[in-house]
């Protein structure tokens, strides 16, 4: 049996001691853009490593990415949603890996919100702790005294061989029965529980068409000992009412990753139809009507997309920090988020596929950054903001109906 104690902390890095580094938006936002560049140098070794190196990691988190969804109460900065989301764009813009394991990394503030005050101080020692796992159910929690003992085949736990904590989905069992809480609408519960990242055994199956550097690798736990303050469900704040209080919170963010990504790749190919010439036509790819037209059709879809992003987040934000809650918003407005965040990744995919098509071969060596944009692109669309269960969803939603996926969407 492995244990998970409460003094069992993990070990940080020097900016776990929030007091010594106040960090503020502003200042995360600049340490995140100013990292972009190193993060697009080094773009080809952290997809050939398929995980982030961990000096890459150390750089991240020396920006202050994985505090962003932390309040003052946990040490952290208080950013609103969309600035969390501003945040991660500008590290995806560097390099989308490192942009998605940031904003998967950074859900530990969010989960603050769903833990006993107790847990939170034992657990997350300081706020730039990184948080990876999966909320999938898939794993067996054995109810014995004072917690539950933890097995399981986990996957898709992005960032798992750097994370400090990890969150996993169990459902609950007592004497080897299922057991449900007395007063449980299921007969069945499931919960997820925090342990430390050190009791999880990676499985080496991340090999993938993009999004290589990520890790997202499956991951297994055997009897790991998980006390019972260190369980959780996000449909049960334990704290005051407040705009991060939601299941959906730690969802919030991701769609930069898709706008960062799609930025990037315009920036690039401006930069080539600047500089190239055709010598056939006799002219400069900048005095080329497809060029021009192509190139400003792009950047309309993606300013569209991404004001859509932001609009649909910033009206979310101003009414739960109103005091309000997500019934306060009509049935249009509270599937904005999940719907704007899956139209982010469609247009990037798109955008991209048209911009590697203009580049023609100048796209299409493996050193080009569009090549591997175009495999990004195509993995991003395959997770759950990119996928059509989003679609499904929200209009079942929109219909009355329940939908297939409540937590991340916020549609509960």
Known sequence: ???????????????????????????????????????????????????????????????????????????GPGLTSPEQLEVVEALAYGDASAGWCAGIGAMGGAITNFLTPEATRALYTGPDLITAGSLVPAGRAERVPGGYLLSG??????????????????????????????????????????????????????????????????????????????????????????????????????PGVPLGLTRAALDHAREVASTRYDRMAGRSWADSWRVQTELASCEAEFNAAREGVYGATRRQWEVLAAGGTLDDLSPTERGAVPLSGLHAVHVARSVVNRLYDLLQTWSINHDSPMDRWLRDTAVLSQGQIGHDVVLESVGAYLLGRPPKVRIGLGLH
């Open 1 to 75: 049996m492995t244990t998970d104690t409460p003094n069992d902390a993990p070990s940080g890095s020097p900016l776990d001691a929030p007091l010594d580094t106040p960090l503020d938006g502003a200042e995360i936002l600049r340490r995140a853009r100013e990292l972009a560049p190193v993060l697009r140098k080094r773009a080809a070794e952290i997809e050939d490593n398929r995980t982030l190196p961990a000096d890459v990691t150390e750089l991240l988190r020396a920006t202050g990415v994985f505090r962003i969804g932390h309040g003052p109460a946990t040490g």
């Open 153 to 254: 085949h986990w996957p898709f736990g992005s960032g798992v061989r750097h994370a400090d904590l990890l969150t996993s989905g169990a459902f609950v069992y007592q004497d080897g029965k299922p057991w449900a809480a007395p007063d449980s609408p299921h007969e069945h519960d499931s919960m997820q529980f925090v342990v430390r990242a050190s009791a999880a055994e990676p499985v080496d199956n991340w090999d993938t068409t993009g999004l290589c550097g990520t890790g997202s690798s499956d991951y297994t736990l055997t009897d790991v000992f998980v006390p019972e303050g260190h369980t959780f469900s996000f449909f049960e704040p334990r704290v005051a009412p407040n705009p991060m209080a939601w299941s959906d919170s730690f969802m919030r963010a991701l």
